[in-house]
Each structure stands twice: as structure tokens, then as C-alpha cells.
């Protein structure tokens, strides 16, 4: 069962932020959202991950919603180099259902 | 920086063939996994180790694929007979232990089943 889901496809204009949403309704307190992303013909690189606060690394922001119900990934100034297919998971703390579970993803374009 | 080598990057080969990927994940990472992605879809958990051990293999079709990580440090998948719906890209990843937080993945091995 997809613990997430997330819109197929979205396009980004080159230096503007682009903002990734991830739905997941079913999220228990005890797990974490996960972003990871997969440029083409390369495996996927980790970038950011949260659970109930907003986070940001040298790469992006989470914000997550204070129901946790949702997140969004933020890319503040997008480049050609970020195009990627890109995963949001939903991952437990502990135990065996700690493995990384993707789905889909979103397929990022960032037009010049 | 350090990162999980894997080879080969391509294979092709035919039905019923015995096939083999090579992993060697970062310096001290303990735990190691073996993704296959299909096209179109996420990477799917086919088998994680815990050092020499193997912590979880239920995703993993037992009656044509293996794995092992003899020593602990590198591992190999092997796929015998290989079928048509095995060509995908395998994927290798490490992380220092099971509760670490970020995976680092391989380039992967690209099979081609013809």
C-alpha cells in the first residue's frame, strides 16, 4: 500500500523556487518523511528528512504541516542540475518496517 | 567523497544465463542493500545485511536469486536463470548501520534480459 503519493510530473522555471508536495494522510507518530531524489541514470541521493518540524539543509527545505498530514520540498532557486525524478517516503524510527519504501515519485523539469 | 562502486554498469544477457553484480559499498558502512528498479517505478528492497547477515530478504525471489556479503564488505546479487522480467537496474546502496539515517547509493547495474 503507497504510504505517499505525490503529482506525477511538475515543471520549474529556472531559478525560481520549486515546491513539491507529498500527501500522507496516514502518517504515525513514530515515522518520518524522507526526500530523496534520482537524476537520470544515477541512483537516488538522499536530501532532506523531518518529523514534525521544518528542516533545511544546504539543499532544500521540508516543510511539514502541523497536522503531518502533508509535506512540501523546497527548492529555493532552481537549477537545470535539478531535474530528477524526486521521493517523498514515509519511514518508521524502529523496527522492521523501518525498510525505505518508494513509490513513484514526481518528475521534476526545470526549464531554461 | 566516498561512494558505493558497482559493476558491471551494463549487462546483457540471455534468458536462462546465470547472471552476477558486484557491490562495494562506503569504508565502514555496515549495512547494505540490493535495489531493482524497473522503469518507470521506484527502486523496490530486494535484500538488506547487517554486516555478513542478512536482516531481510522476503522481497527477494528466492528460487532464482542470491546474495551474500561473505566477509561483511562487498557483496554480490546473482540471478540464475536469468527471465525477461528480470531487466531493470540493480541497485546497491550502504549506510553506516541500520539506524542510520541517510542511504548512499551506487549508479547501479543496468541487465538487459534479451
Known amino acids: 500500500d503507497a504510504k505517499t503519493t505525490q503529482p506525477t510530473s511538475m515543471d520549474c522555471a529556472e531559478g525560481r523556487a520549486a515546491n513539491l508536495p507529498c500527501n500522507h494522510s496516514?502518517?504515525?507518530?513514530?515515522?518520518?518523511v524522507y526526500w530523496y531524489r534520482q537524476i537520470h541514470s544515477q541512483g537516488p541521493q538522499y536530501i532532506i528528512h523531518?518529523?514534525?518540524n521544518n528542516e533545511t539543509n544546504e539543499m532544500a527545505s521540508l516543510i511539514i504541516t502541523e497536522d503531518r498530514k502533508s509535506s512540501t520540498l523546497i527548492l529555493p532557486h532552481a537549477t537545470l542540475r535539478d531535474t530528477a525524478v524526486y521521493y517523498c517516503?514515509?519511514?518508521?524510527?524502529?523496527?522492521?518496517?523501518?525498510?525505505?519504501?518508494f513509490g513513484s515519485g514526481t518528475q521534476l523539469t526545470v526549464l531554461p | 567523497e566516498a561512494e558505493v562502486a558497482q559493476s558491471p554498469r551494463y549487462k546483457i544477457t540471455e534468458k536462462s544465463q546465470a547472471v552476477a553484480f558486484w557491490c562495494d559499498p562506503i569504508s565502514g558502512h555496515a549495512t547494505l542493500y540490493w535495489y531493482r528498479q524497473i522503469l518507470g517505478q521506484g527502486p523496490e528492497l530486494l535484500v538488506q545485511f547487517q554486516d555478513e547477515s542478512v536482516v531481510d530478504d522476503s522481497q527477494l525471489p528466492k528460487d532464482r536469486f542470491s546474495a551474500e556479503r561473505l566477509k561483511g564488505v562487498d557483496s554480490t546479487l546473482k540471478i540464475q536463470p536469468a527471465e525477461l522480467g528480470d531487466s531493470a537496474m540493480y541497485l546497491c546502496?550502504?549506510?553506516?548501520?541500520?539506524?542510520?539515517?541517510?542511504?548512499?547509493f551506487g549508479s547501479g547495474t543496468q541487465l538487459s534480459v534479451l
Open positions: 517516503i514515509v519511514r518508521a524510527a524502529s523496527g522492521s518496517a523501518r525498510q525505505l519504501t
Open positions: 523531518g518529523l514534525k
Open positions: 496516514t502518517i504515525s507518530g513514530n515515522e518520518y
Open positions: 546502496a550502504s549506510s553506516r548501520d541500520r539506524w542510520e539515517e541517510k542511504l548512499f
